[in-house]
DNA sequence: ATCACTAAATGAATGTCATTCATTTATTAG
DNA sequence: CTAATAAATGAATGACATTCATTTAGTGAT
C-alpha cells in the first residue's frame, strides 16, 4: 500500500473554488481517483450549456467551465482535447433540438418548414458554433448525422432524386446558418446615418421596410428565402 | 475591373492598396513624429491583406502585423482602436472587390447571379470575416454600404416593390454567407466512416453525389440555391 | 526664431487565455 | 498485495490584445 497511512492532507489552497454554483456540492476531492469521477463529456457539456445561457459565449473559457465543475481547469484535459472539442459536444448537443419531426409525417414542404425554422432558431442563439459546425466532419457529431439521416430520408421520400438530396439540403443549410447571424444583427445595423445622403435608394428601402410591421426582419427575410427555397428545390422531385 | 461603385461614391479607401508590403525598408526611426507618418489606415488595411494572404488568418496578430509596417504594435493603436477595426476596415476593402457591374446593364437575373458569385468567392477566401460582417452597422464600412445602394437601385430598377428590397437582399446574402463557408469545408466533410451502417440514406445520397463529376459540390449546392432564389424572389416584382 | 501643442511612435507592463506537465492518489485487475 | 491506470492538482508556458508613461518632431501662432 503505498504511502496510504495518514494521507498527509496535502491542505492548502481548497477555499478558492468554494461553490461557484451547485456543480458538485459540498464534497471537495483532493488529487486522485474519485470512486466516480467527477467530470465525463455529458457533465462537461451540460455545464457548458449553462455557462453559455449564463454569460455567453465570451464566458465560455476553460477556467470558468472548470470552476463550473468544481475543478481544475487542466482536469478538463482528461476528457476534452481542447476547446473546440467542448464546442463540438455542444453543438453535437443543439443538433438533437432541431424538430425533424415533420419528415415522414406531412408534406415534403411542410416538414421543411418545421425543420428550417428550428434550424435557425437553435442556431442564432449560437452563433458562434456556427464556424465550427461548416467544417465539421460528421463522423465527429452522431447527433447531427442522425439529423441528416432523417432528412436525407424525407427528401428520397418526397422523390428527391438521389443525387440532388446533399446538394439540396446543403443549400437550404447554408440559408439557415447565414440567416442565424442575421437575427443576432443590431437593429439600426441599416442605417446609413452621416452617408444616408449618398445612398437614396437603399436609404428608402430601408426606411420603407421599417415602416411595416410588426414582424422581425430577420423573420420576414428568413420567410421569403425559404419559401424561394422550398419552391425551386421542390421542383427536382420526380 | 470590380467595384463598378454607385454613382456619388469616391474612390474612398480604395487607393490603399499602392503600396502593400515594403513598409519602409531600412530607414528605422526613434520615437517621435515622423515627416510623414508611417501609419495610416490604408496602409494598415495592405499590410493586413498581405499578411491574410501570407499566412491566413490565424497570422494575423497585432503583432505580425506591426512588424510588416517596420512599427511598434502599440503604434498601431494611433489608427485603430482595437483588432477588430483592423478586420473592418479589411471587410470594407473586400466589398469594393464585389462584382455588382450587371446591375444597370443586362437582366436583373443576371446581374444577380454575377453579385452573387462574386460576393460569395471573395468571402470564401475570408470566412472569419463572416461573423464580423453579419453584425456590422453599414456606417462603418463606406464600400459595403456603396454596394449596397448599386444593388438596391438595380432591384427597384427591376421593379421591386421598395419595401421588399431590404428583406430580399438580406435574403439573398445569408444564403451567399452560408454558402461561402460551405467552400472551405474539407472534402469528407460528410462521410459518415464507422457510423454509415446507421444511416442508409445519407451515406447513398453522399455516395450518389461523389459519383457525379467534375463540378465543385459547394459550387453545385450554391448554384441550385441561387437560381432557386433567384426565380423565387423575383416573383416579387411588379 | 521661439515656443507651446499635438500627433505618432516606443517599449515595457498587464491581464486573459488555452494548454502542458510533473506529481499525487484512489481504485481496480491480476 | 502489488502494479497499473485513470483522474485530479497546481504551477508553469507562451500567445495574444491592449494600456500607459514617455519621447520626439513637425506645425502654427506670436
Known sequence: MPAAAA????????????????ASKGVRRRAGRPSAALLDQAG???AALELIGRKGYDGLTMAA???????????????VASKR?????????????VDVS?????????????????YRDVFAQHTPLIPVI????????????????????????????????VSAIVALESFIFGSAYDVTAPADI?????????TPH???AVRSLAARGDERPADVAFGLGLEALITGLGALRR
Open 7 to 22: 494521507p498527509g492532507t496535502t491542505a492548502g489552497t481548497a477555499g478558492t473554488t468554494a461553490d461557484s454554483t451547485d
Open 85 to 97: 472539442d467542448v464546442l463540438l459536444l455542444v453543438e453535437d448537443h443543439l443538433a438533437a433540438l
Open 190 to 198: 441599416f442605417d446609413a446615418g452621416s452617408m444616408a445622403g449618398a
Open 65 to 79: 467551465l472548470a470552476r463550473q465543475l468544481d475543478v481544475a481547469p487542466s482536469a478538463l484535459y482528461n476528457h
Open 202 to 204: 437603399f436609404t428608402a
Open 44 to 46: 462537461i457539456t451540460a
Open 134 to 165: 461548416a467544417v465539421l466532419p460528421v463522423t465527429d457529431a452522431p447527433q447531427t448525422l442522425a439529423m441528416y439521416e432523417t432528412v436525407s430520408g424525407g427528401f428520397l421520400a418526397a422523390g428527391f432524386p438521389e443525387e440532388r438530396i
Open 102 to 118: 415533420g419528415f415522414g409525417a406531412g408534406s415534403w414542404e411542410d416538414a421543411v418548414r418545421t425543420w428550417a425554422w428550428s
